[in-house]
DNA sequence: CCTATTTGGTTGCAAGTGAAACTATCGTGT
DNA sequence: ACACGATAGTTTCACTTGCAACCAAATAGG
């Protein structure tokens, strides 16, 4: 019609669509199974693997709002998955830290989410998946550094 | 910490991060300069790129949710930047077509947007983005083949 | 020290979104 | 011609989320 652009192509466009379409499947698993959404995943992710962290770190590790963050964190401390202590090196802030029975859910849910992705890569021929990775790596840094200009 | 998952390499977390980093800075140019959302940009370009299409048409290639092209259409109808007809070939339908003033903000718009893209891209090494295109494409069709499992 | 600014975290509010219910129309089968 | 299920689009509702206001504690500057 008008000019040669293709939504379709856009970047902007495809990483939105494949990032939704595959959060929206891989949540199913962990919301059905194990009744965690989203944020709530990404927490218990982060203090399973890198031990005890404030809500900030998360925040920046995960890209995460604070808001999100201190809601999901009600969720899971009510549940017990996580427990609050408060931090002795600072006053405002709390030490989160994922408890047994987290860890235990942390280890059942782990090999579903692996599979999820270990599916979505089996299909692609292995230059492509390896095309994919080396390309998100150099995208990844590409954002950084506009977002910083 | 705990096994040697990590979430920064998790593929979709790695999308998700990405797909909403890129999209904010890139809506924060059409939401300021032009007052448009997402889901109103998308329907514009669209309408722009492959002429007169259905709502039901953009849900499905635009992936949208039929609601929010339904809420979509009518803060841009209230614009006139898009027109509804009723489809002659179908009563429930309407025909989207965009006006002459549509036409004209998506001619001021497609600069600033193809240059954010770009701007992306020409960061990257060129190897590493053909590497990411491809790789999105494979793993679109990846999605689509888990899709329909 | 004492004030001013910044920072960690929580909460209220407004906006956006998906699911589901609903209306109207279409298409199929009988 | 009619009844049925499917489909286009709108709207209501419940829920999530980001932002901004807020509180408490920390840090910096005079």
């Known amino acids: ?5 293709k939504l379709e192509d856009f970047l902007p466009f495809r990483l939105n669509v494949l990032a939704q ?29 890198r031990g005890d962290l ?4 998360i925040a920046r590790v995960a890209f995460m709002h604070k808001s999100t963050i ?3 964190v009600s969720g899971l401390e009510r549940r ?27 280890k059942n ?3 579903d989410v692996l599979a999820f992705e270990q599916d979505l890569l089996k299909q692609m021929k292995s230059s492509e998946s390896a095309a994919l990775l080396r390309g ?6 590409s954002v950084l550094k506009i977002k910083s200009t």
Chains 1, 2 share one sequence.
């Not at 017990?80 to 942390?106: H, N």
Request: hydrophobic share 45%; proline share 4%.
């Open 109 to 111: 849910l782990l090999p």
């Open 80 to 106: 017990k998955l996580i427990q609050r202590t408060a931090d002795p090196a600072d006053g405002r802030a709390y030490k989160l830290r994922i408890t047994a029975s987290g860890k235990t859910l942390f």
């Open 21 to 49: 379409e595959v959060s929206t499947r891989l949540s199913s698993i962990y919301a059905t199974r194990f009744n965690l959404d989203i944020p709530q995943w990404r927490i218990i992710a982060n203090l399973a693997t």
């Open 54 to 57: 404030t809500a900030q770190d």
């Open 136 to 141: 998100l790596t150099s995208l990844e840094a």
């Open 1 to 5: 019609m008008m000019d040669a652009f």
């Open 70 to 72: 201190s809601r999901a």
